[in-house]
């Protein structure tokens, strides 16, 4: 059973790169950005893309993943989202996921429908068996495991130790102060959207190969997104990471259990979590904007 | 809306006394050809599409001294939109017949179409069971679930697999090839431990295979759609399935010839039951495959393709008999045809409009660099079992 623990843990670690920067847009920054998922999209087929038809080896691929995507990010906040920050929130909504069906149209034609295949390294193929099978360790999973742990300690160091992070918090508590005291508002936000976009498609590129890619990606992985968004609550790292966590381990354990329930069990456990504390796991008490 | 195209339709029917009649005189025979050309089932109408035309090249474009029109219309795979485009074909290109079909709900929701205006319906790729049974003026040249599970079944039971867990994604064929392969397996004295349905968005089949392992089943049938069919055979091959002991047999759409060559190794030694292979070795076959390639930027065909390719085949030769009339002399006309195909023989049979060929148990075997599913054993003229009940 400790082998379904290890998939689950994997699978939320995946979720929790995918969806953090979603998570920093909604929470710190207070827009939905429902095309979230779009940038994963994107990152993933980037990879597929520079592996297929330049060669390149997986390894390098991941920080190109990241680093276009978070320029696509930057740009696009530039140009399309900072107008939007101000507009209520159903307008925001009703644009991203906008973006989110230009940007499914587009990969449909120019990349196909099919599913996109990636061929990992060899040394990443193995699998890793301790205590007479009982816990079977895929490496690919460990990669996941590893790589997601290191960045969510990056991430939390910056956000809560470093001046950046200070500035980041500075601005979303109240822009007009913080840009009074010399914090150019606008360049930490571009900043934070570039990153969190970047993540997300790192997330898609490191996705691929478990979760599949096609040009419904954005929408099929929307509402996994949320949830962890939503039960997570927006206002740390850590609280996304625990539900992430939590997420990929029930819907794991659920569907090996009681398959015939399959992915319902997810969504069972949001509602009991949201009944029980509406503003999500571990959000301060009484937050929630 | 709908209603008044009925209406409209019944008036045109009534004005031009027979369909046939009326799209006689302008000397052209058509083909409604309603294919999903975009969406997720895009590369079933691509490969539907070529055949079709790849058919059309090879044989001219006249039959029975008319000039054959073919009409491609792509309906994206919603069940609504195929029929709205067959009414429109029926009565504004009155077409002869119309053709296509990528899916079983799109052949169900224009069953009522072809009925109502007597117009024969080919469907070149949906393959449930029943679909032959919702119009009698339904003509198939795909194939059909059950006729290959059952064979997989056989097969199975002959090669030593006692124990199986079937592991299908949660959808209409999926279900019909757990339902058909159990009953078949059980039959011969095979225990099915356990029966697992994958949501058809579950993005991870870790927790399935896991299950899998641990139920220790001599083999693992699966049907799946084949894009998820390459992630899972990773997936299975990567839990070290393989290793344990367990083999994987499946339904012939997981190793579909468009992609195989892009699932890798894990692909290989994988045993399928199916009606067409691109490397199924017969004179015709490698003519067809070269044309296909030929005319297709390389692409290989599929079992789709041929669907398609056969379709084409069996509306020719009905048209040369009616001499380009439509309507119930041209079914008349497609029943009973027998001929070969680059599947191998086949026969249309009149009795229920459905195909009966021959079946394939294949293995993915990797030769001169390129995957191939290598035939094994042959079935000859398996009948659809799904029409015995």
């Known amino acids: ?289 | 809306m709908q209603k008044r195209h009925f209406i409209r339709a019944a008036a045109a029917l009534a004005l031009a006394g027979s369909l046939g009649h009326a799209a006689a005189q302008d000397n052209t025979f058509k083909i409604g050809l309603i294919l999903p050309m975009t969406g997720p089932f895009a590369s079933t109408g691509k490969q539907l599409e070529a055949a079709a035309r790849l058919y059309v090249a090879q044989n001219g474009d006249t039959v029975a001294g008319k000039k054959v029109q073919l009409i491609v219309k792509d309906d994206t795979g919603a069940p609504d939109v195929t029929k709205r485009i067959a009414q429109e074909m029926v009565i504004n290109d009155k077409v002869q017949v119309l053709a296509g079909f990528g899916l079983t709900p799109l052949a169900f929701a224009t069953a009522p179409v072809a009925t109502q205006s007597k117009t024969p319906l080919v469907v070149m790729a949906a393959a449930t069971s029943s679909i032959t049974q919702a119009s009698p003026f339904i003509v198939r040249t795909s194939f059909t679930v059950p006729q290959v599970v059952t064979v997989l079944a056989d097969w199975a039971t002959k090669n030593n697999i006692k124990k199986v867990v079937s592991l299908v994604t949660d959808y209409a064929p999926g279900v019909d090839s757990e339902k058909y392969f159990s009953q078949r397996f059980q039959a011969n004295g095979g225990v099915v431990i356990e029966t697992l349905r994958v949501p058809l968005r579950s993005p991870d089949f870790a927790p399935f295979l896991q299950k899998v392992r641990d139920a220790k089943p001599d083999a693992l049938f699966t049907f799946v759609p084949s894009g998820a069919g390459s992630a899972l055979m990773k997936q299975f091959a990567e839990r070290g399935l393989d290793k344990a002991g367990i083999r994987m047999i499946a339904e012939g759409s997981v190793t579909d010839d468009d992609i195989l060559n892009g699932m890798g190794d894990v692909a290989l030694g994988v045993v399928t039951a199916h009606h067409y292979s691109a490397a199924h070795n017969s004179p015709l076959n490698k003519k067809f495959v070269e044309a296909f390639g030929k005319a297709n930027n390389g692409m290989r065909p599929n079992f789709m393709a041929v669907g398609a390719y056969d379709g084409m085949r069996v509306i020719y030769e009905g048209a040369k008999k009616t001499k380009g009339e439509g309507g119930e002399a041209l079914l008349n006309a497609m029943k009973g045809q027998v001929f070969e195909s680059p599947r191998g023989p086949i026969y249309i049979d009149a009795q229920t409009r459905d195909v009966v060929h021959n079946v394939y148990v294949r293995k993915v075997e990797k030769v001169n660099g390129q995957m191939w599913n290598t035939e094994i054993q042959t079935v000859t003229d398996v009948k659809d079992p799904g029409k015995a009940q």
Request: with cysteine; net charge positive; hydrophobic share 55%.
């Open chain 1, 1 to 289: 059973m400790l082998t379904i623990l290890f998939d689950g843990i994997a699978y939320g670690m995946l979720l929790f790169i995918l969806a953090v920067g979603l998570s920093v847009t909604m929470g710190l920054m207070n827009f939905i950005n429902l095309a979230h998922g779009a940038f994963a999209m994107l990152g993933g087929y980037l990879t597929v893309a520079l592996m297929q038809h330049q060669g390149l080896p997986f390894l390098a691929c991941l920080p190109i993943a990241f680093g276009v995507t978070a320029l696509v990010g930057a740009v696009l906040e530039r140009t399309l989202y900072r107008p939007m920050y101000k507009k209520p929130h159903l307008d925001q909504v009703l644009f991203s996921i906008g973006l989110t069906f230009m940007a499914v149209a587009a990969t449909d034609y120019f990349m196909g429908s099919q599913q996109q295949i990636i061929q990992l390294p060899e040394w990443l193929l193995g699998r890793t068996e301790w205590f007479d099978g009982a816990l079977g360790m895929g490496h690919y999973r460990l990669f996941i495991i590893a790589i997601c742990a290191a960045l969510t300690v990056g991430l939390q160091f910056v956000l809560s130790r470093t001046r950046f992070g200070s500035r980041l918090r500075a601005s979303v508590d109240d822009p007009r102060v913080a840009a009074s005291l010399g914090i150019n508002v606008n360049l930490v936000f571009a900043a934070t959207f570039a990153v969190g976009s970047g993540l997300a498609g790192l997330g898609g590129a490191l996705g691929a190969e478990v979760l599949g890619l096609d040009p419904s990606f954005p929408l099929k992985f929307l509402v996994y997104f949320l949830i962890v968004v939503a039960v997570g609550g927006t206002s740390s790292i850590t609280g996304p990471l625990l539900a992430a966590l939590l997420l990929g381990i029930a819907d794991v354990a659920g569907k090996y259990y009681i398959p015939k329930l399959g992915g319902f069990i997810v969504y069972t456990l949001m509602i009991a979590i949201l009944i029980w504390r509406p503003h999500g796991l571990f959000s301060r008490l009484g937050g929630g904007k």
